[in-house]
């Protein structure tokens, strides 16, 4: 992807968009084996590693979406219709 972004369309804004997709993706784990334990005793058994591992996952989707979003044509918005 990122030969795509960087020497086909020439693009540098998306590749943000797709580190940050990776270091969300590598702190998800590290949440889930590292915090757990520490999640689970400080906050009395009601939040665990998985929890804040599945909010990463989602928030490094959402930027992965964000990141299509930004690399494609934006003419879907054009509203012409001949009469």
């Known amino acids: ?3 795509i972004v960087l020497c086909i369309l020439n ?3 998306p590749m943000v968009y797709y ?3 990776v270091l969300l993706f590598v702190l998800s784990p590290l949440a889930f084996f590292l915090l757990g334990r520490v999640l689970c005793t400080a906050s ?3 939040v665990d590693g998985s929890f804040l591992a599945t909010v990463l996952e989602t928030a ?4 992965l979406y964000l990141a299509c979003k930004s690399i494609t044509e934006e003419s879907w918005d ?4 001949p009469s």
């Not at 054009?78 to 219709?81: L, P, R, S």
């Open 19 to 21: 580190f940050l997709a």
């Open 11 to 13: 693009e540098r804004h």
């Open 1 to 3: 992807m990122s030969y």
């Open 60 to 63: 490094a989707v959402g930027v």
């Open 44 to 46: 009395h058994q009601k």
């Open 78 to 81: 054009d509203e012409y219709y």
